[in-house]
C-alpha cells in the first residue's frame, strides 16, 4: 500500500509531463485517464496549476486547529478539479495531530481537519464517492521528534489516490 | 528551581535507585519517601520429597519487589540479614530490631505431590507479636500470584488499604519491524510487569485498551481494516468480537461498571459524539449532541453518569452528563486543556491530562471541591489509569527519546518508571481485578 502511494505521484506527475509517451508498466493501467489528464492540463494550467502542484498530496495544520491554512486552499482545489474530471478517482482523505495531547482526543481532530479538506474539495464539486475519511490521529506521525519542527509535519491531511 | 529541582532528583535517584530487571522491562523508583517502612522478607523455606534444591519460584523475591515498588516500603537486602528464619520458633526480635526492622516476614514452601503449601507468617518488631499467619495451597503455575497475595495481604495490614499486586495492567506498544515496518501490540502483563503476553498485533495502529471491571474483558480500537474499529475480546478464550464500525471514527471505549454496556465515541453523524452501546441487544443510544468534539467517556463508578472531553467551549474541557444522556455539565476551568478522565473506583476523584503553556501533566480532581491538583512534572504525560485502590495511578511518559510507563501515588510522592527494550509502551490501563 506504502509502495502504491508513492508511485502515484509519479504516475500523475508523469501524466503532465509526457502523456502516453511512457513506457512503464504501471502507467499503462491508467493509459485511459492519461488521455483525459493531457487534455485537462491546459484548464489547469491557465489557473497557474501544475503537475508540481498535484504531487504535494500533504496539508499542514496550525496547533490544535482544523482550519485549513490560505496556503494550502489551491493545493486541494487543484486535486478537486483533478477529481472532478476524473470521476472514477477514489482519494482517501487522512487525518493526523501531533503527539501532544490524549490520543483519542488527537483522532477527533484529525478527522476535522480532514473533513475541512473534504469540504473545500466538495465545493468543486467533488463527489462524495470519491472520498473517504479516516483519521489516525497521532498514531501515524512523520516525524518522530517532540519538539515543533516535527509536530509541524504531523499536524497534517495527506490525499492518498487509491490505485484502482 | 530548575536546578534545585535537577539535584532533588538526583538525590533520589541515588537514594532510590533499585532497578529490577525482567527479560523485557525494568522498573526503578524514581521518587520515593524517606519514611518508606523497613520490612525484612526472609527467603522463604522449602521442604520437599524430591531431589529439587529450591522452590520452583522465589516467593520472597517477588514480595520484596511488590513492597518495595509501592515507595511505602525499604526492605532489608538479604545479604544484610544476621539470621535468615523460615519457622516462628527461630525468630529472634532483637536481631530484627538491632538491623532497624519494623517488621518480618518469614515463610515456607512444601511440595504435597503436585502441589505447594505456602505458609508466612508477619510479626511487629516493636511489640514483639505475630501479627497474622496464613496457608494457602497452590499449583506450580499459580506460586506467583500466591507471592502477590501475601504482598497484598501484608500490604493490607500495615497500610489499612487493599494491595493491587495481584492486578494486571493492559498497554499498547509500537516497535519496527526489520522490514522497516511498524508493528502495533496490545499486551497483558501482571501489575510487577512480569508475563507480559499479547493479546493481539496487527501492522496498522491499536489504541485505547478499557477493561472491563471484572478483569476479564478488554475492549479496543484497530485499524487494521484500513478504519477504525471497536473490538471486545475475552481474555481466558481469546474469542472476540467487532461491536462497532461504523462510518467515521470508533473510538475510546469504556465498560460500564456493570459490563453489560460500552460507552464510546462515534462520528456517524457528523462530529464525534457519546454513545452507549448495550453489548447484548446491541442498541445503540447517543448521549451527547454537541457540534464539537465529544470523546473519552469514562463511568462513575455507580453508572450514573459519564465524564467526557469536550471542545463545545472552544477548547478541550472536561464535562459531566447523566449515563443515559441529559444536560451537561461543565468540571473544568482551570487551564486551556483538561483532557481523558478516569474515574476513581470510589467516585471521589478523577484523574486527567491538564495541558498548560505547552506542558502536559497528570492531575487529579476532587470532585467535592471540584479543584485541580497537578501530580507530574512532565512535558509529555498522557493516559492516566487508576490503581483499584485508587493510591496510585499509572499513566505514559516521554523519557530517553521514547514512552515508558510511569506510576505515581495520589499525594505524588512516589513515582517509578517502567521501561521496555524495544520501542514505545503507552496507553496502560490498570485493571480493576
Known amino acids: 500500500m506504502k509502495l502504491k502511494q508513492i508511485v502515484l505521484p509519479l504516475i500523475v506527475g508523469s501524466m503532465f509531463l509526457s502523456g502516453c509517451t511512457t513506457t512503464e508498466k504501471k502507467v499503462d493501467d491508467t493509459q485511459e485517464e492519461v488521455v483525459a ?12 496549476l501544475d503537475q508540481k502542484t498535484l504531487s504535494i498530496r500533504t496539508i499542514y495544520f496550525s496547533f490544535d486547529d482544523s482550519q485549513v491554512q490560505q496556503d494550502f486552499i489551491h493545493i486541494i482545489n487543484a486535486h478537486a478539479l483533478y477529481l472532478k474530471n476524473n470521476s472514477s478517482q477514489r482519494i482517501v482523505l487522512e487525518g493526523h495531530a501531533d503527539e501532544r495531547g490524549s490520543r483519542e482526543y488527537n483522532v477527533a481532530l484529525g478527522e476535522q481537519r480532514a473533513k475541512s479538506v473534504y469540504r473545500i474539495m466538495k465545493m468543486q464539486g467533488v463527489s462524495d464517492s470519491q472520498v473517504q475519511i479516516v483519521s489516525y490521529g497521532e498514531e501515524k506521525p512523520a516525524a518522530s521528534g517532540m519538539n515543533e519542527s516535527s509536530w509541524q509535519l504531523n ?3 495527506e490525499i492518498a489516490y487509491q490505485v484502482r | 528551581m530548575n536546578n534545585l529541582f535537577k539535584r532533588l532528583l538526583l538525590i533520589c535517584l541515588i537514594c532510590f535507585y533499585t532497578p529490577i530487571s525482567y527479560a523485557e522491562l525494568t522498573i526503578e523508583i524514581t521518587k520515593g519517601i524517606d519514611t518508606a517502612v523497613p520490612i525484612a522478607v526472609v527467603p522463604f523455606g522449602w521442604r520437599t520429597q524430591g531431589t529439587e534444591l529450591q522452590p520452583p519460584l522465589n516467593l520472597a523475591s517477588v514480595i520484596q519487589n511488590d513492597l518495595s515498588g509501592s515507595g511505602l516500603f525499604k526492605t532489608l537486602p538479604e545479604n544484610d540479614m544476621l539470621t535468615q528464619p523460615t519457622e516462628v520458633e527461630n525468630v529472634r526480635y532483637r536481631n530484627w530490631k538491632a538491623l532497624g526492622q519494623d517488621y518480618l516476614l518469614i515463610g515456607m514452601v512444601t511440595k504435597e505431590t503436585e502441589r505447594y503449601k505456602v505458609q508466612f507468617q508477619l510479626f511487629d518488631i516493636f511489640k514483639g507479636v505475630q501479627l497474622l499467619g496464613y496457608r494457602l495451597t497452590v499449583s506450580k503455575r499459580n506460586l506467583r500470584r500466591a507471592a502477590h497475595h501475601i504482598s497484598d495481604v501484608v500490604y493490607q495490614k500495615l497500610t489499612g488499604r487493599k494491595g493491587v499486586f495481584n492486578t ?4 499498547i506498544t509500537s516497535g519496527v519491524k526489520t522490514d522497516k515496518q511498524k508493528i502495533y501490540k496490545l499486551l497483558i502483563a501482571d501489575a510487577d510487569g512480569y508475563n507480559p503476553r499479547t493479546i493481539t498485533s496487527s501492522l496498522e495502529p491499536l489504541m485505547s485498551p478499557a477493561w472491563s471491571v471484572d478483569g476479564k474483558k478488554i475492549a479496543y480500537v ?26 467515521g471514527i470508533n473510538g475510546a471505549p469504556a465498560f460500564s461498571p456493570d459490563g453489560s454496556k460500552l460507552a464510546i465515541t462515534l462520528s456517524r453523524d457528523g462530529s464525534p459524539d457519546i454513545y452507549v452501546l448495550d453489548l447484548n441487544s446491541k442498541i445503540l443510544r447517543k448521549i451527547t449532541r454537541s457540534y464539537a468534539i465529544d470523546t473519552e467517556p469514562s463511568w462513575s463508578p455507580d453508572g450514573s453518569m459519564i465524564v ?3 471542545d463545545r467551549g472552544g477548547q ?23 483532557t481523558r478522565a478516569q474515574f476513581s473506583a470510589d467516585g471521589q476523584s478523577i484523574v486527567l491530562v491538564h495541558g498548560n503553556q505547552g506542558d502536559y501533566r497528570i492531575a487529579i480532581m476532587d470532585m467535592a471541591t471540584r479543584t485541580i491538583n497537578v501530580l507530574t512534572a512532565g512535558r509529555f504525560d498522557e493516559s492516566p489509569s487508576f490503581a483499584a485502590n485508587g493510591d496510585m ?3 505514559a511518559a516521554h523519557k530517553y527519546g521514547k514512552s515508558v510507563l510511569s506510576s505515581i501515588s495520589v499525594d505524588g510522592r512516589m513515582e517509578r518508571r517502567l521501561s521496555f527494550d524495544k520501542g514505545d509502551v503507552r496507553e496502560p490501563a490498570w485493571s480493576r481485578k
Do not use: C, M
Open chain 2, 393 to 395: 495511578i499509572l499513566y
Open chain 1, 37 to 48: 489528464v493531457v487534455e485537462e492540463s491546459k484548464d489547469v494550467a491557465v489557473d497557474g
Open chain 1, 155 to 157: 499536524r497534517r491531511v
Open chain 2, 316 to 338: 478541550p474541557q472536561l464535562y459531566l452528563i447523566p449515563s443515559v444522556g441529559g444536560n451537561p455539565t461543565r468540571l473544568t476551568y482551570d487551564g486551556n486543556y483538561n
Open chain 2, 168 to 171: 494486571r495492567i493492559a498497554y
Open chain 2, 308 to 310: 467526557y472531553t469536550s
Open chain 2, 222 to 247: 484497530s485499524f487494521e481494516n484500513k478504519h477504525s474499529a471497536i473490538y471486545v475480546q475475552t481474555l481466558t478464550t481469546g474469542k472476540r468480537e467487532r461491536v462497532a464500525a461504523f462510518k
